[in-house]
């Protein structure tokens, strides 16, 4: 009687338990099933109303039967292991039970565990549709060619259902779903042939897969070929099945099927091989793609023309044998003559194209701009890219026994500020350095700087007639070198006028300006002006007005477009919009306008730079700084060491800014020097094309700016209201007096002597 009391208690703890578990089981199958036909609050909006689905519980039961109620059962197999362990041990390792035991602990306990973690750990069919619409976010330049698309590893252009035409759809099924709408998500007869062939072959498992599966794998799985991920596909498929309609997933497979390279889903495939949109696509072409998802690289018309062919025709063959298509519309596809586009990987302004992108991912994220779909219309021009890029490789090329290797360019619309060339290197494709992005690297300007400090110095006390001494000078400053400027010919030129200390270039005079104005000064309005990485941090002396503060070329380009605007400071813009995958505008322009110069002195600083007669004594008379029938605002610049050679000038309406050297920093030759020699030619040809067929444009007068004449010379200058004017205009006669008094008063000193 003993041992049969423990035994009917063990049989009933046993089937208590095996109740319990079962329950447990069924509990969370209720709940993984359920929820197939109830919305996910992480489903976007936008996707829920597309995808909805009859509810068959609610929500109050869902909780009901799923959270209480195996609770309650968790909590009664807990007190009935609390309540008997002794009886469990008992008749687990005596009397010959512990092999009941383990079968139990096998079928009941691990075994759902298994399965419940297995199931846990595959992809929610919810994120299926969130997956399958993600899409490349394309780069445009101002007139809408494109200039790029950014993707990872997979380039999509989702399309709706009603844009593909029906015989890409009627392709596709027949030949790879044929029963598409007649199946749940697998078919039998296919996994029983793909079986089949795999057990009478060597080389990997095979197909079998329906559309459902193929989706499922390709959006929800990896790739690997193995019996554990196939099991997963058809579950996802059955559960994919269950939960959208045959024309969601037919959909979501047409956007997302591989067809090669990195173009997935039909339109992308369809832009790459014939640079058609689907819904322009021939039968013949139509039937082409179709036949590439099984093996993209061997059927691709690029690898093999005759293989893809056949393909084709197998595609076709199928298509009328199913009844989609008649013999004569199978005759006219077979003998269409197919035309494909170019394959190749596609990149214009590829420079700044990485700079946008680099923008977008610091604006938005970078898998926002991956995935996101953007379409982003820049303020680039295609046209001007491809002449000033043409220029700069070709006068580069031509001049390279100059030693420089390498040239650069910006061109700005000078009204808005907007960048419509970007030239980053002669070829970004050159092996070793060819990406490398001297627009926005760190280079020292050298004497085109300076108008930064005359600028300052015309907004004192300082006016286009002050006299500066181009003599030698040294800077003592504690605990530092001495500092002695040298002009770029190794002269002195007396005195000199501040117009033509700054139209020479003259150095002297200009690190004497510096001197006054002050360094800090220098920094904070070249800063204002647009050079960013500008701060007062005490790291450079006077030599920043020769260049000895590195600069960008982009922001040093945007300097003399504050110039051009009259003083009037904007940050260069690179986009007309972003518009998001549903076609909203995301982008706000906060271009803020500010005025850093007043128009007078910007009109003084134009006048300057435009004068040809005053440069005349260091750059001559038939120079690259001039163009015929155009007043044009230029200075260059070169660093004493010889490594940066710069030339940037502008009109009201375009400013150019060139630069050409080493990107290593090696030097390059002494005939430099002048800054005639390097990027002057680029320049010059640059603006000569923005400028071709446009009138010469003058800035209008300040009413504050007038003309004073000195009729004893016949020069004039230019002046504002309220600064100090001259007695004379007339340097040169003031050096002629100069110099006779220095005789008469030598000649009464010698007289006196003799006294």
Same mark, same amino acid.
């Given at each position: 009687?003993?041992?049969?009391?423990?035994?009917?208690?063990? @049989?009933?703890?046993?089937?208590?338990?095996?109740?319990?578990?079962?329950?447990?089981?069924?509990?969370?199958?209720?709940?993984i099933?359920?929820?197939?036909?109830?919305?996910?609050?992480?489903?976007?909006?936008?996707y829920?109303?597309?995808?909805?689905?009859?509810?068959?519980?609610?929500?109050?039961?869902?909780?009901? *039967?799923?959270?209480?109620?195996?609770i309650?059962?968790?909590?009664?197999?807990?007190?009935?292991?609390?309540?008997?362990?002794?009886?469990?041990?008992?008749h687990?390792?005596?009397r010959?039970?512990?092999?009941?035991?383990?079968?139990?602990?096998?079928?009941?306990?691990?075994?759902p565990?298994?399965?419940?973690?297995?199931?846990?750990?595959?992809?929610?069919?919810?994120s299926?549709v969130?997956?399958?619409?993600?899409?490349?976010?394309?780069?445009?330049?101002?007139?809408?060619?494109?200039?790029?698309?950014?993707?990872?590893?997979k380039n999509?252009?989702?399309?709706?259902?009603?844009?593909?035409?029906?015989?890409?759809? +009627?392709a596709?099924?027949?030949?790879?779903?044929?029963?598409?709408?007649?199946?749940?998500?697998?078919?039998?007869?296919?996994?029983?042939?793909?079986?089949?062939?795999?057990l009478?072959?060597?080389?990997?498992?095979?197909?079998?897969?329906?559309?459902?599966?193929?989706?499922?794998k390709?959006?929800?799985?990896?790739?690997?070929?193995?019996?554990?991920?196939?099991?997963?596909?058809?579950?996802?498929?059955?559960? @994919?099945?269950?939960r959208?309609?045959?024309?969601?997933?037919?959909?979501?497979?047409?956007?997302?099927?591989?067809? &090669?390279?990195?173009?997935?889903?039909?339109?992308?495939?369809?832009?790459?091989?014939?640079?058609?949109?689907?819904?322009?696509?021939?039968?013949?072409?139509?039937?082409?793609?179709?036949?590439?998802?099984?093996?993209?690289?061997?059927?691709?018309?690029?690898?093999?023309?005759?293989?893809?062919?056949?393909?084709?025709?197998?595609?076709?063959?199928?298509?009328?044998?199913?009844?989609?298509?008649?013999?004569?519309?199978?005759?006219?596809?077979?003998?269409?003559?197919?035309?494909?586009? *170019?394959?190749?990987g596609?990149?214009?302004?590829?420079h700044?194209?990485?700079y946008i992108?680099?923008?977008?991912?610091?604006?938005?994220?970078?898998?926002?701009?991956?995935?996101?779909?953007?379409?982003?219309?820049?303020?680039?021009?295609?046209d001007?890219?491809?002449?000033?890029?043409?220029?700069?490789?070709?006068?580069?090329?031509?001049?390279?026994?100059?030693?420089?290797?390498?040239?650069?360019?910006?061109?700005?619309?000078?009204?808005?500020?907007?960048?419509?060339?970007?030239?980053?290197?002669?070829?970004?494709?050159?092996?070793?350095?060819?990406?490398?992005?001297?627009?926005?690297a760190?280079?020292?300007?050298g004497?085109?700087?300076?108008?930064?400090?005359? &600028?300052?110095?015309?907004?004192?006390?300082?006016?286009?007639?002050s006299?500066?001494?181009d003599?030698?000078v040294?800077?003592?400053?504690?605990?530092?070198?001495?500092?002695?400027?040298v002009?770029?010919?190794?002269?002195?030129?007396?005195?000199v006028?501040?117009?033509?200390?700054?139209a020479?270039?003259? +150095?002297?005079?200009?690190?004497?300006?510096?001197?006054?104005?002050?360094?800090?000064n220098?920094?904070l309005?070249?800063?204002?002006?647009?050079?960013?990485?500008?701060?007062?941090?005490?790291?450079?002396?006077?030599?920043?007005?020769?260049?000895?503060?590195?600069?960008?070329?982009?922001?040093?380009?945007?300097?003399?477009?504050?110039?051009?605007?009259?003083g009037?400071?904007?940050?260069?813009?690179?986009?007309?919009?972003?518009?998001?995958s +549903?076609?909203?505008?995301?982008?706000?322009?906060?271009?803020?306008?500010k005025?850093?110069?007043?128009?007078?002195?910007?009109?003084?600083?134009?006048?300057i730079?435009?004068?040809?007669?005053?440069?005349?004594?260091?750059?001559?008379?038939?120079?690259?700084l001039?163009?015929?029938?155009h007043?044009?605002?230029?200075?260059?610049?070169?660093?004493?060491?010889?490594?940066?050679?710069?030339?940037?000038?502008?009109?009201?309406?375009?400013?150019?800014?060139?630069?050409?050297?080493n990107?290593?920093?090696?030097?390059?030759?002494?005939?430099?020097?002048?800054?005639?020699?390097?990027?002057?030619?680029?320049?010059?040809?640059?603006?000569?094309?923005?400028?071709k067929?446009?009138?010469?444009?003058?800035?209008?007068?300040?009413?504050?700016?007038?003309?004073?004449?000195?009729?004893?010379?016949?020069?004039?200058?230019?002046?504002?209201?309220?600064?100090?004017?001259?007695?004379?205009?007339?340097?040169?006669?003031?050096?002629e007096?100069?110099?006779?008094?220095?005789? *008469?008063?030598?000649?009464?000193?010698?007289?006196?002597?003799?006294?």
């Amino acid at each position: 009687m003993q041992y049969l009391n423990k035994f009917l208690e063990f @049989v009933e703890f046993t089937g208590n338990s095996i109740l319990y578990v079962l329950k447990l089981l069924l509990a969370l199958l209720k709940n993984i099933f359920s929820s197939l036909f109830i919305r996910s609050k992480k489903v976007p909006k936008e996707y829920q109303d597309k995808h909805k689905k009859p509810r068959l519980f609610t929500f109050f039961v869902f909780i009901k *039967d799923t959270i209480i109620s195996v609770i309650f059962w968790i909590f009664r197999l807990i007190k009935d292991i609390v309540l008997f362990p002794k009886k469990i041990f008992t008749h687990l390792f005596l009397r010959k039970s512990f092999l009941s035991g383990i079968l139990f602990a096998i079928f009941f306990i691990f075994l759902p565990i298994t399965i419940i973690r297995w199931f846990k750990e595959l992809p929610s069919p919810e994120s299926l549709v969130i997956e399958a619409n993600k899409k490349s976010t394309v780069i445009l330049d101002r007139n809408g060619k494109l200039m790029y698309e950014i993707y990872v590893d997979k380039n999509y252009h989702p399309v709706d259902f009603e844009e593909i035409p029906e015989y890409v759809k +009627n392709a596709t099924l027949a030949v790879e779903d044929d029963k598409f709408y007649s199946h749940f998500g697998i078919r039998f007869d296919s996994v029983i042939r793909a079986i089949k062939n795999n057990l009478s072959k060597e080389n990997g498992l095979q197909g079998g897969s329906t559309i459902t599966q193929q989706l499922v794998k390709n959006v929800l799985l990896t790739p690997e070929r193995t019996f554990s991920r196939k099991i997963k596909e058809a579950v996802l498929a059955v559960l @994919v099945e269950a939960r959208y309609s045959k024309k969601d997933i037919f959909e979501m497979y047409l956007n997302n099927i591989p067809y &090669g390279g990195t173009a997935w889903g039909v339109q992308t495939a369809s832009k790459k091989y014939f640079n058609k949109d689907v819904w322009e696509l021939s039968l013949a072409e139509a039937s082409l793609l179709a036949g590439l998802p099984t093996a993209p690289t061997s059927y691709s018309p690029a690898t093999d023309l005759e293989t893809a062919k056949s393909r084709q025709r197998f595609v076709l063959e199928r298509m009328l044998n199913l009844g989609y298509i008649n013999k004569e519309e199978f005759n006219k596809a077979i003998s269409e003559e197919l035309v494909f586009a *170019d394959t190749d990987g596609y990149i214009r302004a590829p420079h700044f194209v990485d700079y946008i992108r680099k923008d977008l991912e610091k604006r938005y994220g970078r898998r926002y701009v991956e995935f996101g779909g953007l379409t982003v219309t820049t303020t680039l021009d295609l046209d001007i890219q491809d002449k000033v890029q043409s220029i700069v490789t070709e006068e580069v090329n031509k001049n390279s026994y100059l030693g420089f290797s390498n040239g650069a360019s910006v061109v700005m619309d000078v009204k808005n500020a907007e960048v419509l060339a970007y030239v980053g290197s002669i070829d970004y494709f050159k092996e070793g350095w060819g990406a490398y992005d001297v627009v926005t690297a760190m280079r020292q300007p050298g004497s085109s700087i300076k108008p930064v400090t005359y &600028g300052l110095a015309l907004s004192g006390s300082f006016t286009p007639a002050s006299i500066i001494d181009d003599s030698p000078v040294t800077y003592k400053f504690k605990g530092s070198k001495d500092y002695t400027p040298v002009n770029y010919d190794g002269q002195y030129h007396g005195k000199v006028t501040l117009r033509q200390a700054l139209a020479n270039s003259y +150095n002297i005079p200009a690190v004497k300006v510096a001197n006054v104005v002050g360094v800090d000064n220098i920094v904070l309005k070249g800063r204002e002006m647009g050079l960013t990485n500008w701060e007062v941090d005490g790291s450079y002396g006077l030599s920043i007005t020769l260049g000895g503060k590195e600069v960008r070329l982009l922001d040093h380009t945007n300097v003399y477009a504050t110039l051009a605007r009259q003083g009037v400071y904007k940050e260069p813009e690179v986009y007309i919009s972003i518009k998001d995958s +549903n076609g909203y505008d995301i982008y706000e322009n906060e271009n803020t306008k500010k005025t850093v110069l007043s128009p007078e002195v910007s009109y003084l600083l134009w006048d300057i730079l435009s004068d040809q007669n005053a440069r005349l004594p260091a750059f001559g008379v038939n120079n690259f700084l001039s163009i015929p029938g155009h007043k044009i605002a230029v200075k260059t610049g070169t660093t004493n060491n010889i490594k940066d050679n710069w030339t940037l000038g502008y009109t009201p309406s375009y400013v150019v800014g060139v630069w050409v050297g080493n990107n290593d920093g090696t030097p390059m030759r002494q005939g430099l020097a002048s800054g005639l020699s390097g990027a002057a030619p680029i320049w010059n040809k640059i603006m000569t094309e923005m400028l071709k067929e446009k009138p010469n444009e003058l800035y209008e007068r300040p009413a504050n700016v007038f003309v004073k004449k000195d009729d004893r010379c016949g020069i004039s200058e230019v002046f504002i209201k309220g600064t100090m004017i001259p007695s004379s205009l007339c340097p040169e006669k003031e050096k002629e007096k100069e110099k006779e008094n220095d005789k *008469d008063g030598g000649k009464n000193k010698k007289d006196r002597d003799r006294d």
